[in-house]
């Protein structure tokens, strides 16, 4: 098992040894439930999950109330659609989303109009290589910004589209997809100027079951769902809720999570992914006359098919030969369409892939082809 090269970290990212670490010694030593004891160690862990989420508040310039715990990023995507059919009256909204986005930022939104929720859903145009058009950005009542393509990995001008989105509507309202992008580059959520965004703790070396849904307004809107340590009081069957963040967290906390995802973050910002390999990768398979590669040489995937070649049967002879990556439509079928093909390879890598990672992974391609 040690001897496979793991080119896979846009889908899962390798845990720091720190983080299984802490979580380890979370479960053996300081476990108790969070916001429902008195006691030292229960008090202690509440301690904990705000220190988090002061760490994760810091890490994309919020504020604690705005960083609300899910349990990844297509949790929060769904909980975002729920959140404003609560506040708004939805049948009256338009929606635009774009062919860069994954199925749990489109599809949610798609269900809503097939079931008569929303008014209208348009797809804003991208340019001739796949990226953002933001001259084609509509005036409408929701926008969906997929900040980062988990295709073919390049960076979205997210703070331009916003703002052109703002002047043709002031209340439109932005939801950032930023699962991919935090991985690679640094987060400013008041820059950006959106109204939510969400990434997911596996995608940065955290545990799964933990996600981020930041909520600019939090206070204005009602939570969408219900149970315990959501509740300030009941008077007379009527529910005052609690400030948020906590109105939106009913029940227990995935608290071994929360535990280890402020040194996740820690261990990203000391080592993000080398995308050096990335270009050198671009570089050697640029030379082998099957291959198409799909994303540009400075992105953060290596994205890319092979002439006569199905990318599962690529995927399956990788595999046996030690190589982990990713193959098919990535959950991301819109842009595959857009290609004009049915899947895709994709490397991506991770702080401990090396070079000798990048030259065996050069080394399987060819023997493949061959």
């Known amino acids: 098992m040690n001897e496979i090269v793991y080119f896979d970290a846009a889908a899962s990212f390798l845990k720091p040894e720190s983080v299984i670490q802490n979580q380890a010694d979370f479960l053996r030593n300081r476990y108790a439930n969070a916001g429902r004891g008195v006691c030292a160690r229960a008090v202690a862990v509440d301690d904990m999950v705000a220190i988090s989420r002061k760490r994760v508040a810091s890490f994309i310039n919020a504020t604690e109330s705005q960083i609300v715990w899910t349990a990844n990023a297509t949790d929060g995507l769904n909980r975002i659609v729920n959140i404003i059919a609560r506040n708004f009256i939805m049948t009256d909204f338009s929606v635009a989303v774009s062919n860069l986005e994954h199925h749990s930022a489109r599809l949610p939104w798609q269900d809503a109009i097939t079931n008569k929720k929303i008014k209208q ?5 991208l340019d001739d290589d796949f ?5 084609s950005i509509p005036k409408t009542d929701i926008l969906v910004i997929t900040a980062m393509s988990n295709v073919l990995g390049m960076p979205q ?6 703002r052109v989105a703002r002047h043709k509507n002031p209340n439109v309202i932005t939801i950032v997809d930023a699962t991919q992008y935090i991985v690679h580059k640094k987060i400013d959520v008041r820059a950006w100027d959106c109204d939510f965004l969400v990434f997911s703790g596996h995608k940065i070396g955290a545990d799964t079951g933990i996600g981020v849904l930041y909520i600019k307004d939090a206070d204005k809107y009602m939570p969408d769902k219900f149970g315990g340590g959501m509740v300030l009081r009941v008077d007379d069957n009527i529910p005052i809720w609690n400030n948020a963040p906590d109105k939106f967290e009913s029940g227990t906390l995935p608290l071994t999570q929360i535990s280890g995802l402020a040194v996740a973050i ?3 910002e000391k080592s993000r992914p080398d995308l050096k390999l990335i270009q050198y990768m671009y570089d050697e398979l640029q030379k082998i006359k099957r291959i198409k590669i799909l994303s540009s040489r400075d992105a953060a995937v290596l994205s890319f098919v092979i002439d006569d070649m199905h990318v599962l049967d690529f995927g399956t002879l990788a595999g046996a ?5 990713r193959v098919g439509n990535m959950c991301a079928s819109w842009i595959h369409h857009a290609m004009n093909i049915d899947g895709s ?3 991506s890598v991770g702080p401990w892939n090396t070079l000798a990672d990048a030259n065996k992974f050069i080394s399987v391609v060819k023997k493949i082809i061959k």
């Open 157 to 162: 001008d997210v703070a331009e589209i916003i």
């Open 121 to 125: 859903l348009s797809v804003y145009d």
């Open 321 to 325: 030969n030690g190589i982990c990556l």
């Open 131 to 135: 990226n953002i058009k933001i001259d």
């Open 345 to 347: 390879i994709r490397v």
């Open 266 to 268: 820690d261990e990203l």
